[in-house]
T-cell receptor, first 110, second 114 residues
Framework: SQQGEEDPQALSIQEGENATMNCSYK?????LQWYRQNSGRGLVHLIL?????REKHSGRLRVTLDTSKKSSSLLITASRAADTASYFC??????????FGAGTTVTVRA | EAGVTQSPTHLIKTRGQQATLRCSPI?????VYWYQQALGLGLQFLLW???????NRGNFPPRFSGRQFPNYSSELNVNALELEDSALYLC?????????????FGPGTRLTVT
């Protein structure tokens, strides 16, 4: 079974809008990472947030982590067509287990 | 700088055969990870090697095995292939150690079992 589960499964937005997706997990984590996968570039690391951090920014990306709720969110601001991809959260748990969620498919319409 | 490379790109086998997949990490990376991505599903963690040793493995049967060589490249072996083993197998590498930080992924090997 997967540790992380993304929500929603799919998201369709207009270019320029913000996209928010969530990730819930079950066990205590060391860190949580977000990745993007599209056909052109494969899987690419976006951002890592450690268990003692609550928020992190990278360009148009903002990640939050709530360890009490065992959840994280990824916000993409001012979306572009190039943001069309599947987004996965990955957890590295304290017992050294790695787990990816099933992903959120984001479509940005021009 | 060269990224993570995997070979072959595609592999077609019949049920019961064995498959060997190869991965070369980014220079300087000592950790290598293997994942299975079946159609429409997320990534399932298979194996994690660091400094030549297996650090952890996912919930896969023993017929999935691998090793890491002294030059940190890695091999994934799948014995007694079953139809449901058909998937994209991704390899990733990262700087080694006990923590798992940013992973760099290869393009994958598409395994088809007929």
């Amino acid at each position: 079974s997967q540790q992380g589960e993304e929500d929603p499964q799919a998201l369709s937005i207009q270019e320029g809008e913000n996209a928010t997706m969530n990730c819930s997990y079950k066990t205590s984590i060391n860190n949580l990472q977000w990745y993007r996968q599209n056909s052109g570039r494969g899987l690419v690391h976006l951002i890592l947030i450690r268990s003692n951090e609550r928020e992190k920014h990278s360009g148009r990306l903002r990640v939050t982590l709530d360890t009490s709720k065992k959840s994280s969110s990824l916000l993409i601001t001012a979306s572009r067509a190039a943001d069309t991809a599947s987004y996965f959260c990955a957890t590295f748990s304290n017992d050294y287990k790695l787990s990816f969620g099933a992903g959120t498919t984001v479509t940005v319409r021009a | 700088e060269a990224g993570v490379t995997q070979s072959p790109t595609h592999l077609i086998k019949t049920r019961g055969q064995q498959a060997t997949l190869r991965c070369s990490p980014i220079s300087g990376h000592t950790s290598v990870y293997w994942y299975q991505q079946a159609l429409g599903l997320g990534l399932q963690f298979l194996l994690w090697y660091d400094e030549g040793e297996e650090r952890n493995r996912g919930n896969f049967p023993p017929r999935f095995s691998g090793r890491q060589f002294p030059n940190y490249s890695s091999e994934l072996n799948v014995n007694a292939l079953e139809l449901e083993d058909s998937a994209l197998y991704l390899c990733a590498s990262s700087l080694g150690g006990t923590d798992v930080d940013e992973q760099y992924f290869g393009p994958g090997t598409r395994l088809t079992v007929t």
